[in-house]
């Protein structure tokens, strides 16, 4: 049986997904229903188009639930991550699941010079790594394994 390895770049796992983005204007309330209809725990936030940070699920604990600000009455703005770490879509995914654990992260958005080309978890790099990786021990010979 023939496999193949997939998704080998960060620009590979995010091809063909939506971009879930908001503006940074809009209010925390606004930002965690849409994450919620989407189920995703991340979502990237725009300023004129480009991206300005990024707000997490960790951010509304730590910065609205925590601080006892109003999710209606608060811009994503105001709490959103801002030093973001970011990756290029030629980057391996291992390339970007490093860079994740050295920066503390868990999410990775991928960027092509100003374009934003998707949004990667460090769940889902370590799910395709383990993937990858029993791809790779599928296709050892169980006589290359003795001497």
Known sequence: MTMTLIA????DVVSGR???TIDATASVLDAV??????????IL????????????????MNRVVA?????????????????LVVARPDE????????????HCRHLPVVDGDRVSGLVSRRELMALDAEVLEQMQERLEPSTLFI
């Open 92 to 103: 391996s995914y291992h390339s970007g699941l490093t860079r994740m654990h050295l920066a």
């Open 45 to 60: 936030v725009t300023r004129s188009g480009r991206l300005a940070g990024i707000f997490t699920e960790r951010d509304v």
């Open 18 to 20: 939506d971009l879930l």
């Open 67 to 83: 601080q006892a600000l109003d999710p209606a009455a608060t811009p994503v703005s105001r709490v959103m991550t801002e030093r």
């Open 33 to 42: 229903r849409l994450m919620t209809r989407n189920l995703r725990g991340a």
């Open 8 to 11: 080998r770049t960060l620009g």
